[in-house]
């Protein structure tokens, strides 16, 4: 039982983030160099952890561009051979090593049919590099750990980066620049992940539940701790949650409920209420005082999804540690899956 590479790799996000900001302004010229000229939507493209990343993508790029975003799904051009016309779309590939072979494909087939390819990726030689007009690359440094983190966060940067070269921008995208601070205050208090995986460790299952922008950050947690703690936690959304599934929630379930603030704040704060009426032991994650597990205020909405993801890695983390786990292994994960 380590989980030394894996809090390295969590220490370093102020300083991936940090450079990530510092070029921003640079990346976003880059992007709107390349775009259509009449851009009449948006592709995301990834798996796992990098799914996640591109779901925060398909809301800020909607949001920006003011043009159709969404999740390509990888399958229907690497199975089925679909021939879909992807002429006036941009497309984000997004891989931390840059060797998904799916995504890879994917992207290079649309290309093929006529979109503009940009990577987010870890590997600046990788072969995702190769099939794309842009690569945006996230300088994370080598990661070791099975268990992505610095990665994700740089590729939830990176997103958002897009998604503020697009229409006319994203509304806090400038903001950007204070998250690394806010990260590291985040890391530097580990007491209330600790306190709250001691609590729910004897648990097998688990859901974990946002709205909004923040939706990617629930996801994303919820595979975390699926991945370092082997409890079977489920990422949804507050109201994907209420359309049935609440009706499995009771005093075995525990729900952690993040939250960004307005204009979802008063979703959360019902959905709370209604959990602790259930019995279910619940949690939350707001930059509010009184929260389980706060976040420091004073951030615009778009990038608490950033610092609610690395809040959720530690309880991941801690959560694998109070079970017994060493999360810089896992049990049966490899650091590229090699899905096709």
Known sequence: MTGFLMAREMAEQPAVLAAIASRAGELSEQIRRILPTRLDGISFVGRGSSDNAAVLGRYAAEIASGRPAGLAAPSLH?????????????????????ATPEVVTTCERLRESGAVVVAITNGKSSALAAVSHLVLLTDAGEELAVPATKTVTAEMALVLVVAGALGRGLQGVG???????????????????????????????????????????????????????????????VADLLHGPIATVGADLPVLSIDGGAPLASDSSDLVRRLVGLGAPTATCMPLGGSTLPMPGGLPEVMYCIVATVVGQQLAYHLALARGLDPDHPSGLTKVTPTH
């Open 78 to 98: 690497t199975r089925y051979d679909a021939k879909v016309d992807y002429r006036g779309y941009l497309v984000v590939g997004l891989s931390q090593s840059g």
């Open 175 to 237: 903001a950007l620049g204070a998250v690394p601070e806010v990260v590291a205050a985040v890391l530097a208090n580990e007491a209330p992940a600790v306190e709250l995986a001691a609590r729910w460790a004897s648990y097998d299952r688990l859901v974990v539940t946002a709205r909004g922008l923040l939706y990617a950050a629930a996801l994303e947690t919820a595979l975390k701790i699926k991945e370092t703690s082997r409890i079977l936690a489920e990422g949804l959304s």
